[in-house]
């Protein structure tokens, strides 16, 4: 069974692997390429409440329509006129908690705690500053009209906030300290009165104790006067030995045994009247609870206040928004696509990409390492915490969440982009009728830079963002189409399915089938559909790459409303370059990456109706690329070209064959030049290494043979020495012997390591023992000598008067100094001192 339902997931594994991917998963994809997750999080940063984090979490959000798209854009757009105006300062969001999980506890049934209303309470209160601030924004403008339709937007967002119920805030903070959440004593005449009266027992209760314990510890019946709690009664520790000395009743001991815990007899009505009021205490805190939780909830279960917590979350978020323009110095621009509520496209009239216009744009991506340092985001209500409603939790895991670490809560000022001049503006501004765009140029010239940059303006117009354009009248018609799917296929950051054994280029053909299928399935796909193709038809043979990057951009622009890929091929150049005939195609139009040909570098500027060469051998010369390499490459280039039918700059035509067989020639000539002087220098250096390892070989014998002959005659002198002055040591020694045992124990000492003596003197095999004798501890070798090792019966003994043989012990005689042993079949007597252990 268990094995089946293995099988059936491994099934399941191979469908979804099999499955195509919808245009929505492929849209996410592109999202990720083009780094969407990288420009959200840098509005994310700006936040200044956790509502606001989570809004932008864990990307910005869509629009899913032209219309709400639009609306997005103009709440942006109010809301940048509102922050330059000083409305709307981080202060004005201070308190600001996400409560929604509190309200939709209540609306359950449960009673919120003391904590829980404070938190609202506050929350509540940053509402109506929020609102007060984008309130005083008509009253304090001159304009009233005008001020109101500018600020008309962020009005109609924050409008939830008014409805926000001031007279439920004030109860709760008469009931709930704010911050903290304890219940007051103002919270009702009962509570007042419980407390008063259980601080008055608690006093009374003390001073009793207080009396009785420093009486028991001056008649040494305590440690120390102490009153300490058991069982949530007061009571005093005493000596265990003590404990009748004081009625009362015994409500513990310690762990030792040797303290006693009591309660006086006094003391039991007051505890007793304690332990009321607290009960008492307690259900009075919770019908205060219960009705601060109903009067929260209101007539509508908490939706408006819902709405208005969502409304303050929605703020935040447009003003980072707001916040984020102003740090990129990006400007508002029209979004086109049915966007004017007739329901057409709102373009050139061609339907095409001609509402693509976006002068002096700049990759946001780039900008943010020439600007200010991003913020931390969400700092507001970020250690709050809403755990217990039914796992619901919504603030613990937000502490560290955020880019920067900006967190002084003081209003940010407006950044400088002066250094941002270090990133070249492009325009990126597509001719009416236009559906298929091919830039090409040298590489390092910023190709898929500018693809990158127009899908992620795509991206941010329909997520209400103001775009890095130029401003004033340079970006005054700045529009771009609304799209609904942007499909991307962009090499450098194509991941290669290894497991499945694709190569690089099987990778992006799959890729570009999946596109294709996916325009074309999608109806909508001609209006509100991008594609954006890093060189099609790249990693194969480039005649038939060319054959299929034109194919795939025909096929791909008559499905998508707009086509921009890159490219190096011709094909492609030609392609885009024509009018319908020749090979090109109706509204297709070229744009070339500038090269500087005096610096020999890119200027990363769009030139439109122009197709660029790709350069690479002047680029490769100014990377520093070997001169003759260089030069050799370009020759072959050129007669490649001339092969090809296209004419270089320095053909004539009729002499093309000519200049071609000279090329050929000294071409030859010089590879064979370099070849013979390439194996000339390899014979010298080979006679040279030869020469020098003989005469090496010949050092070295020499230097050995020395050697040799060094360490003997330093050997032989060793030794001479060291003899001579041996005998001049025994010498000296046996003359200052005077009896034998001394003269004995030198001879003994003199022996080398691993010999000893026997009973008979005589010099054999074995280790001394502390005596100076043989061992008695029984290594190999050793001797019985009486003084240490003696054989039992029945062991097996080394007997050396047999030659070193094995022999069985019969029996031991310690008065004579024998042992009887048996070798085969000749049983004999041996003294103790000739017969050893076996190792």
Same mark, same amino acid.
């Given at each position: ?12 594994? @191979?469908?979804?692997?099999? !499955? ?6 492929? @849209? ?54 509102? $922050? ?107 509570? !007042? ?6 601080? &008055? ?33 007061? $009571? ?66 908490? =939706? ?19 916040? +984020? ?16 509520? @007739? ?11 001609? $509402? *693509? ?25 970020? #250690? ?13 895991? &937000? ?12 209003? &940010? ?16 501004? *597509? ?34 963002? +103001? ?40 990778? +992006? ?10 325009? !074309? ?38 499905? $998508? ?114 070849? !013979?002087? #390439? ?82 003197? =005589?010099? *054999? ?59 085969? #079949? ?14």
């Amino acid at each position: 069974m268990v094995a089946e339902e293995e099988e059936d997931e491994d099934d399941d594994d @191979d469908d979804e692997a099999r !499955r195509e991917p919808t245009a929505e998963e492929l @849209d996410a994809e592109a999202r990720e390429l083009l780094q969407w997750p990288e420009l959200s999080s840098q509005v994310r940063s700006f936040t200044a409440t956790v509502l606001g984090f989570r809004a932008c979490t864990p990307f910005l959000p869509l629009g899913a329509s032209p219309a709400i798209s639009a609306r997005w854009l103009s709440e942006t757009t109010a809301c940048v006129a509102a $922050c330059d105006a000083g409305a709307l300062p981080t202060s004005a969001f201070e308190g600001t908690k996400d409560v929604r999980a509190f309200i939709r506890g209540a609306a359950s049934g449960k009673t919120l705690s003391g904590a829980s209303l404070a938190d609202i309470a506050s929350t509540m209160t940053a509402a109506a500053r929020v609102w007060a601030s984008v309130e005083s924004l008509v009253a304090t403008t001159s304009d009233a009209d005008a001020a109101a339709a500018a600020f008309a937007p962020l009005v109609s967002l924050a409008s939830p906030l008014a409805s926000t119920p001031r007279d439920v805030e004030t109860e709760i903070r008469r009931c709930v300290a704010v911050p903290g959440g304890n219940v007051l004593d103002d919270a009702s005449d009962a509570l !007042r009165a419980i407390r008063d009266a259980r601080r &008055d027992a608690e006093r009374e209760l003390r001073e009793l104790l207080r009396e009785t314990a420093d009486y028991m510890a001056r008649k040494n019946f305590a440690e120390r006067a102490q009153i300490v709690t058991r069982l949530n009664r007061e $009571c005093i520790p005493i000596k265990a030995g003590a404990q009748s000395e004081m009625e009362g009743v015994i409500l513990g001991a310690s762990g030792s045994g040797q303290t006693v815990f009591k309660e006086p007899a006094g003391a039991v009505p007051l505890n007793n009247a304690i332990a009321e009021l607290n009960a008492k205490e307690d259900a009075e805190i919770e019908r205060v609870l219960r009705t601060l939780t109903a009067l929260v909830l209101g007539a509508d279960d908490g =939706e408006g206040l819902t709405e208005a917590v969502e409304a303050l979350g929605a703020v935040d978020a447009t003003r980072a928004k707001a916040k +984020h323009a102003a740090w990129l110095d990006a400007s508002p621009v029209k979004v086109v696509g049915g966007t004017d509520g @007739d329901g057409d496209d709102d373009d050139d009239g061609g339907g095409g990409g001609g $509402c *693509v216009r976006l002068p002096g744009a700049r990759h946001p991506l780039l900008l943010q390492r020439t600007l200010p340092k991003l913020p931390r985001g969400g700092t507001i209500g970020a #250690s709050e915490s809403t755990e217990g409603w039914d796992g619901e939790g919504e603030g613990d895991d &937000d502490d560290d969440e955020g880019e920067g670490e900006d967190d002084d809560g003081e209003e &940010d000022e407006k950044p400088s982009t002066s250094s941002a001049s270090s990133v070249v503006p492009i325009d990126f501004v *597509v001719p009416p009728r236009t559906s298929l765009v091919a830039i090409t140029g040298p590489n390092t010239g910023g190709k898929t830079a500018s693809l990158k940059l127009l899908g992620l303006c795509l991206l941010m117009a329909r997520a209400g963002l +103001h775009l890095p354009v130029a401003r004033g009248a340079a970006g005054a018609d700045a529009r771009v189409p609304w799209t609904k799917t942007v499909l991307a296929d962009l090499g450098d950051a194509q991941s290669l399915d290894l497991e499945g054994g694709l190569s690089t280029f099987s990778a +992006h053909l799959r890729r570009l089938q999946r596109i294709l299928r996916a325009s !074309r399935d999608d109806t909508d796909a001609k209006r509100y559909t991008v594609v954006l193709l890093d060189e099609p038809g790249g990693g194969t043979d480039p005649a038939e790459g060319a054959a299929l990057a034109s194919a795939v951009l025909r096929a791909s622009a008559d499905a $998508c409303r707009l086509v921009v890929a890159t490219s190096h091929y011709d094909e492609v150049k030609a392609l885009a370059g024509g009018d319908g005939g020749d090979g090109g195609m109706v509204g297709a139009a070229n744009a070339a990456v500038e090269f500087d040909a005096a610096t020999l570098r890119p200027t990363y500027r769009l030139l439109w109706g122009a197709s660029g060469e790709s350069n690479a051998l002047a680029i490769a010369r100014g990377l520093g690329l070997d001169a003759g390499v260089a030069d050799r490459a370009e020759k072959r280039w050129r007669r490649q070209r001339r092969a090809a039918g296209l004419r270089g700059d320095d053909d004539d035509g009729a002499g093309a064959a000519t200049v071609t067989a000279v090329d050929d020639v000294s071409e030859l000539a010089s590879a064979l030049e370099r070849e !013979r002087a #390439s194996q000339e220098e390899r014979a010298a250096s080979a006679a040279a290494a030869l020469t020098r390892a003989e005469a090496l070989h010949d050092d070295v014998f020499l230097r050995g043979a020395k050697h040799l002959r060094l360490r003997e005659e330093i050997c032989v002198e060793t030794a001479e020495r060291r003899g001579v002055e041996a005998m001049r040591d025994a010498e000296t020694t046996l003359a200052l012997a005077e009896t034998r045992e001394e003269l004995e124990a030198f001879a003994s000492e003199a022996l080398p390591r691993g010999w000893t003596f026997d009973a008979r003197g =005589e010099a *054999v095999p074995g280790e001394k023992n502390r005596d100076g004798g043989g061992d008695g501890d029984g290594d190999a070798g050793d001797g019985a000598d009486g003084r240490g090792w003696t054989p039992k019966v029945g062991s097996v003994v080394i007997v050396r008067r047999l030659g070193g043989a094995e022999a069985e012990v019969l029996d031991v005689d310690e008065g004579a100094r024998e042992v009887l042993v048996k070798f085969g #079949s000749i049983t004999t007597r041996v003294l103790l001192a000739e017969v050893s252990r076996v190792a």
